[in-house]
């Protein structure tokens, strides 16, 4: 048995003694692992890369003494959510961190379907269904969290990112209703809505991101808005444009985001009124 030199801290008292975090091999999950068992937290990491995730699982026990256990499964398969509840039944998760997830860019029209859909299947049906088993397990025993990712570019449609935006507009929407239905039942549910950050993500998007925050800072500031807000806008940027962007009709803002779109693509776009 591992002693545990880490932080019992109060997020830990008030959310352990588990998180669960999918996505958590890379980017903004693989910060909120790091954070959480610097916190004192046991860990259990999903995501596709089993080998990153028992790298990070070594790493992790060794530096903070964190128990950590390894679910390597492809959240869009329509089994792995329904298959991961099962498995975690008697695990005691007070958190819940759903980072896995992934965009697209370009004209809609020019998209591969099947990977719309399957965006659609991980960005939505498995947040859903996380959500659903985790807030019933979270209800019964009066405490809890759970943190959604919505996006920046959650809050309008986006040309030339309309599904991903879609997807995102979807958590948003989403977690504002969960939150205020779970709230009464000691559980906290947060939407975390960034605007560029530096991880592999835009490489997968096939975006160019010019200034990014940290995925380091999108965890920190997460965690600290966790049980205080319902929406956290981490770092300058995503503040910055988010009220903005608040400031003008709809449709300024879609054609606002097509700019922005157009400025990570180099393509052009069309934005009727
Ligand atoms: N980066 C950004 O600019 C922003 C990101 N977000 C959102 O934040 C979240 C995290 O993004 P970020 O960390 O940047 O992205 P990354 O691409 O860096 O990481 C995505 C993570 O999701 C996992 N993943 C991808 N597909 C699947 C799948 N089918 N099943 C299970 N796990 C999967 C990946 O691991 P593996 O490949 O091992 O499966 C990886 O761990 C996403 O929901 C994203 O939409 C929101 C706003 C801005
Ligand atoms: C489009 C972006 O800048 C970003 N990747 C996001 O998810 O909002």
Not at 26 to 48: M, P
Not at 96 to 115: E, K, R, T
Request: aromatic share 6%; with cysteine; charged share 20%.
């Amino acid at each position: 048995m591992t002693s545990k030199p880490s932080k019992d801290s109060a997020l830990k008292r008030r959310f352990g003694p588990a998180a669960l975090i999918t996505g958590a091999s890379d980017g903004i999950g693989r910060a909120f692992a790091t954070q959480l068992a610097e916190h004192g937290f046991d860990l259990i990491l999903v995501a596709r890369r089993g080998d990153v995730l028992q790298d990070m699982a070594l790493d992790l026990g060794t530096r903070f003494g964190a128990d950590v256990r390894v679910l390597a499964m492809d959240l869009s398969d329509p089994s792995a959510v329904p298959d991961l509840l099962s498995v975690t039944e008697s695990a005691p998760v007070g958190l819940v961190v759903a980072a896995a997830g992934f965009g697209s860019i370009g004209p809609f029209l020019d998209q591969d379907m099947a990977s719309e859909i399957n965006m659609v299947d991980l960005n939505c049906r498995s947040v859903v269904e996380l959500s659903y088993g985790f807030g019933q397990r979270m209800s019964a025993s009066k405490r809890g969290g759970i943190v959604l990712f919505s996006s920046l570019v959650g809050f309008n449609g986006a040309p030339l990112s309309a599904t991903y935006a879609a997807t995102k507009g979807f958590v948003q929407s989403f977690a504002e209703g969960i939150a205020a239905e779970m709230r009464p039942h000691g559980v906290s549910v947060l939407s975390v809505a960034p605007g560029p950050v530096g991880t592999g993500f835009a490489a997968r998007a096939g975006m160019q991101m010019g200034q990014a925050a940290t995925p380091e800072m999108v965890a920190h500031a997460s965690l600290g808005a966790l049980g205080r807000k319902t929406t956290v806008r981490p770092g300058f940027l995503a503040k910055f444009l988010g009220w903005s962007l608040a400031m003008l009709p709809r449709w300024g803002r879609v054609r606002v985001m097509g700019i922005i779109m157009k400025g990570m693509t180099g393509k052009e776009v069309t934005v009727r009124k």
